[in-house]
Nanobody
Framework: QVHVVESGGGLVQAGGSLRLSCVAS????????MAWFRQTPGEEREFVAG????????HYADSVKGRFTISRDDAKDTVYLQMNTLKPEDTAVYSC????????????????????WGQGTQVTVSS
């Protein structure tokens, strides 16, 4: 079992920056991938960015490429999402997800690929 807890959300003006953090605990040595998703009311959960815990490769949704950066700190079992040049359409609840399945054929973008989820943190970008 892995537990993940997000922090770092808040209110920011368009063009500004925020950094989200996701701390994992429990059986973190089993982790294979972590990712960020976001969701707005009435919409499907949307993949934002993901990072491999074993290989280090990262992946991004087209909508955030060049503006968001996902990174990890192995010593702290923490994943970060640095969000720059924020836009009002980035407003959402951002959730951290983790997966420990070593045999999964990973597509990254599907929420059912991840076993463990945090409660989410609200990001609001004002125009």
């Amino acid at each position: 079992q892995v537990h993940v807890v997000e922090s770092g959300g808040g209110l920011v003006q368009a063009g500004g920056s925020l950094r989200l953090s996701c701390v994992a605990s429990g059986r973190t040595y089993d982790m294979r991938a972590m990712a960020w998703f976001r969701q707005t009311p009435g919409e499907e959960r949307e993949f934002v960015a993901g990072i491999s815990w074993t290989e280090g490769d990262d992946h991004y949704a087209d909508s955030v490429k060049g503006r968001f950066t996902i990174s990890r700190d192995d010593a702290k079992d923490t994943v970060y999402l640095q969000m720059n040049t924020l836009k009002p359409e980035d407003t959402a609840v951002y959730s951290c997800a983790a997966d420990s399945d070593p045999f999964r054929l990973r597509l990254w973008v599907l929420s059912h690929e991840y076993q463990y989820w945090g409660q989410g943190t609200q990001v609001t970008v004002s125009s």
